[in-house]
């Protein structure tokens, strides 16, 4: 069965780091296009970053130069690494992995992880 | 940046009557457009992509349409677990980019 599961949310003070895991099961995350996408409280979507197959990385314009998406093939893992963490990137972060061929599609998700900053 | 637009921002819907929801784009993005359900306390899932092409497992009474800069989601007879939130996405974005309408609540009238 495809699964994801995040984890290494918490409460963390303006100007703070954290990393988001995300472990997958059932497939292998090098193979495959995955996002990290994230929902502030009682607000919409916002997408935060992508990585290809191939390595290739992207961000949006608000987290550019201080989020840091990877993985681990060894670990079948994803993270996200959030610096200079601002109240605003208050929010609860999913990772999703896109369809074989098209990385904007977000065909499996995992329960999400809540972080928030705030001193 | 391409905004994405949804109205209305409520829906009230009987169970078995008919939902329109509507997406507007800033500027044209083809047919590279998806929409979502969400549930209270859940992920989002894929329920439409390519503006009309059903995701794996979608019932038939979802149904999209339009190109360009306007989009329609269409629930032909509403459930009771179809009662959530409803998010547009488009996909033409050249460096990657991903952008989500603000979300249509279809709640129980």
């Known amino acids: 069965e495809v699964q994801l599961v995040e984890s290494g949310g918490g409460l963390i003070q303006p100007g703070g780091s954290l990393r988001l895991s995300c472990a997958a099961s059932g497939f292998t995350v090098s193979d495959n296009y995955m996002s990290w996408v994230r929902q502030a409280p009682g607000k919409g979507l916002e997408w935060v970053s992508v990585?290809?197959?191939?390595?290739?990385?992207y961000y949006a314009d608000s987290v550019k130069g201080r989020f840091t998406i990877s993985r681990d093939n060894s670990k079948n893992t994803l993270y996200l690494q959030m610096n200079s963490l601002r109240a605003e990137d208050t929010a609860v972060y999913y990772c999703?992995?896109?369809?074989?061929?098209?990385?904007?599609?977000?065909?499996?998700w995992g329960q999400g992880t809540l972080v928030t900053v705030s001193s | 940046e391409i905004v994405m637009t949804q109205s209305p921002a409520t829906l009230s819907v009987s169970p078995g009557e008919r939902a329109t929801l509507s997406c507007r784009a800033s500027q044209r993005v083809s047919s590279d457009l998806a929409w979502y359900q969400q549930k209270p306390g859940q992920a989002p899932r894929l329920l439409i992509y390519g503006a009309s092409t059903r995701a794996t497992g979608i019932p038939a009474r979802f149904s999209g349409s339009g190109s360009g800069t306007e989009f329609t989601l269409t629930i032909s007879s509403l459930q009771s677990e179809d009662f959530a939130v409803y998010y547009c996405?488009?996909?033409?974005?050249?460096?990657?980019?991903?952008?989500f309408g603000g979300g249509t609540k279809v709640e129980i009238k």
């Open positions: 999703a992995r896109g369809i074989l061929t098209k990385w904007e599609l977000l065909e499996k």
């Open positions: 990585i290809y197959s191939g390595g290739s990385t």
């Open positions: 996405q488009q996909y033409n974005n050249w460096p990657p980019e991903l952008t």
